[in-house]
């Protein structure tokens, strides 16, 4: 059994308020490193150049902080923003939603695909393999911070968060990190391999993601001012799964109801 070292949320304190935290080195390392891989696969998507796709990562940069945090207040806070609308600014609190951000990146990503004339499905299937290298280091910061911790358990790899309690619990950040992190982007660089019918790939990464989310909620201490939304079991975690599991198998599907090119510089 391991206990928690309760971390600074400091990487380096600056002065004043100025400080570099975990999360916020997340978030760099996550868009850095796709960057990086990005560059080196530009020729997966026909006409993406070096200077596009760093346009298309700023886009996506912007997609992911604003979606992220209005999501997680329409989901998660509502009723908090409702008392005080002024909360959704309150980004040192904390509070961001990868459901919200990634909703976030598809109108980027949709608007981007129209003002450069490329087919929508043809850029997120390009950046999809990317997305899990973020959620690495996402859920690297969540355990290094001690947030979003797991269900109380008695495996023997149990975790002990003294900012929470002295109860063993399921280091629910780290199989976060192992699968939607590292095994969701081998699984989608194996699958980007070939070139796919467009959607194939985009199609791939919702249904596993959200089949991982929806299981690991299950051992995944739902959010305390939330709470179980129906039946003692569903957390808002597995709800907002569902939509993209139903978008992903409509995804795959479609190849075998209807013609859909290869992705190409169309819309």
């Known amino acids: 059994m391991f206990v928690h070292p309760n971390f600074n949320p400091e990487v380096l304190h600056i002065a004043g308020p100025l400080a570099i935290r975990w999360y916020g080195l997340a978030y ?8 990086f891989l990005g560059c080196r696969r530009l020729a997966k998507c026909e006409g993406m150049t070096k200077e596009l ?3 298309l990562v700023f886009a996506i940069m912007l997609g ?10 329409l989901f998660y806070g509502f009723a908090i923003i409702v008392q005080n609308p002024l909360k959704v600014f309150y980004i040192w609190e904390g509070g961001m939603s990868f459901h919200g951000g990634l909703i976030g990146v598809l109108i980027q990503v949709f608007f981007f695909a129209r003002r450069h004339q490329f087919n929508f499905f043809s850029i997120t299937d390009f950046i999809a393999p990317l997305i899990p290298i973020g959620l690495f280091f996402g859920r690297a910061a969540n355990f290094i911070n001690g947030e979003l911790w797991g269900r109380v358990t008695d495996v023997p790899w149990a975790v002990i968060f003294p900012s929470v309690d002295y109860l063993p619990r399921h280091p629910s950040q780290l199989y ?3 699968t939607e992190g590292l095994l969701l982007f081998l699984l989608l660089i194996f699958v980007s391999a070939k070139k796919r019918t467009a959607g194939c790939i985009s199609g791939t990464f919702l249904i596993c993601y959200s089949l991982i989310r929806f299981l690991l909620e299950f051992v995944r201490q739902p959010d305390g001012h939330l709470g179980f939304i129906y039946a ?3 957390t808002m975690g597995q709800l907002l799964s569902v939509p993209m599991f139903v978008l992903g198998v409509y995804l795959l599907c479609q190849p075998f109801f209807g013609k859909r090119c290869i992705a190409s510089k169309s819309l």
């Open 28 to 35: 760099m390392m996550g868009f850095v490193g796709a960057w």
């Open 53 to 55: 796709f760093s346009d």
């Open 64 to 73: 992911v902080i604003v979606g992220g945090r209005l999501g997680y207040m």
């Open 176 to 178: 976060e990190m192992l």
């Open 232 to 234: 003692n079991w569903l």
